[in-house]
């Protein structure tokens, strides 16, 4: 009885949730795309009227004279500029205010983060440290509590997966409690975003892997969730589908500059939706789990993304057959259930083919209740997930992802 009033009141705070996001405002960076377009940053800052940026890159587009040209521009342009290269792939907070101290020391008033979701997020942090030197990163955990807005900031994914581009949230984990959490606020989306597929084409195959399923689950999450608008369900069909049909391609060929270009938008497009309409209990057990132990965001949401969705049963057949039937898979003729189960066995075809595991081998028993505990408290009420769980339910879901030998 209890649980059922629970589950009243977590889906009256998500209707509360959805009708005032009806009224919100999302800002849309400004999108830069095409293979050479990260050329572009020292212009557009130029028209931007920025002295000097602070370039939070990741150190291996650092050291593979990408960005040389990009560089030998902003000189050019009389742009000053730091790089701080020391993004840690789970931002900590001290990593952060290692990186705000440079911000802060040298004089900046722009920041370009060029890299994957974790100097990005890094960035997004930073800038609002900047501006609201008063609350500390702790202080910002959860939704809208950036008071002053950012510095001008310039965001250039090099991975096709966090879509933190197109979004209002930076994840950040706290090193003594091996705790991942958000920091969500409108004032958080970048202003530019620049999509150039040759910065991706270096990416290692696994990590291409991973972080495609991560924009999968951003798009697939989006569409199942409970606060999808038309927006948001375009553009996480579209994104589904560019994913589907470009992934293991580029997984193969990391070459494809079109492959490449396609999972840069299809991500972009994920981050648009999801930023929206939010994500579920993939993402919540993820960050439990990659609080934890570490695991790579993106692997971690690949392996869980199944299970949940076969978890959810019933609740989510007529969305995931809107999906097979969208990306090809099936036709009208066919049970909305055959076709949602028809699309969860090409989830698991897809890792399979990218050789994703099929459970969290760093998973110990006795860590499943906080793990749960965990990600119950992220998803409930916060998201609008197709179908609400307990703690114990969470707790069977997590069993699962052990590996057995
Ligand atoms: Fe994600």
Redesign the pocket.
């Known amino acids: 009885m209890i649980w059922t009033l629970k589950k009243i009141y977590y889906r009256t705070v998500q209707s509360v949730v959805r009708t005032g996001a009806k009224l919100v405002h999302f800002k849309e960076p400004k999108l830069i795309t095409g293979a050479g377009s990260v050329n572009k940053l020292p212009d557009i800052m130029k028209k931007e009227h920025i002295d000097k940026a602070l370039i939070i890159v990741s150190k291996t587009i650092m050291k593979s004279g990408l960005l040389d040209n990009v560089l030998g521009k902003l000189k050019e342009n009389n742009i000053g500029y730091e790089i701080y290269d020391s993004v840690k792939p789970n931002p900590t907070i001290e990593n952060i205010e290692e990186c705000l101290k440079v911000y802060q020391n040298t004089n900046c008033n722009a920041i370009a983060a060029i890299g994957g979701g974790s100097p990005i997020d890094c960035a997004k942090v930073v800038a609002a440290r900047a501006t609201n030197s008063n609350l500390q990163i702790k202080d910002l955990r959860g939704f809208l509590k950036v008071k002053k807005s950012i510095p001008p900031f310039f965001a250039v994914p090099t991975t096709a997966g966090?879509g933190s581009e197109a979004t209002v949230a930076a994840v950040v984990t706290d090193s003594t409690t091996h705790e991942k959490y958000a920091i969500a606020d409108l004032k958080l989306i970048p202003d530019f975003a620049i999509l150039d597929p040759e910065l991706t084409v270096g990416v290692p195959k696994q990590l291409t892997a991973s972080t495609g399923m991560?924009a999968l689950?951003?798009a697939i999450e989006a569409y199942v969730g409970k606060n999808g608008t038309n927006y948001t369900n375009h553009k996480a069909l579209k994104a589904t589908k560019m994913i589907i049909d470009n992934l293991e391609i580029v997984y193969k060929d990391g070459t494809n500059i079109e492959g490449r270009n396609s999972m840069l938008l299809a991500s972009n497009y994920a981050g648009e939706a999801f930023t929206r309409a939010y994500?579920g209990y993939v993402?919540a057990i993820a960050h439990s789990i990659g609080g934890l132990y570490g695991v790579a965001?993106g692997q971690a949401?690949a392996i869980i993304l199944p299970k949940v969705l076969e978890y959810y049963g019933e609740s989510v057949y007529k969305k995931l057959s809107e999906i097979a039937i969208y990306i090809n898979l099936g036709n009208k003729n066919e049970s909305q259930k055959d076709l949602a189960l028809k699309f969860i066995a090409k989830i698991k075809d897809m890792n399979k083919n990218m050789n994703i595991p099929l459970g969290i081998k760093e998973l110990r028993e006795e860590d499943i209740h906080l793990i749960a505990q965990r990600a119950t408290k992220e998803g409930n009420p916060g998201y609008p997930v197709p179908k609400i769980i307990s703690i114990n339910e969470c707790e069977e879901l997590v069993k699962n992802l052990i590996v057995k030998l």
Do not use: E, R
Request: net charge negative; aromatic share 0%; hydrophobic share 10%.
């Open positions: 966090s991560d689950t951003h994500v993402h965001h949401n």
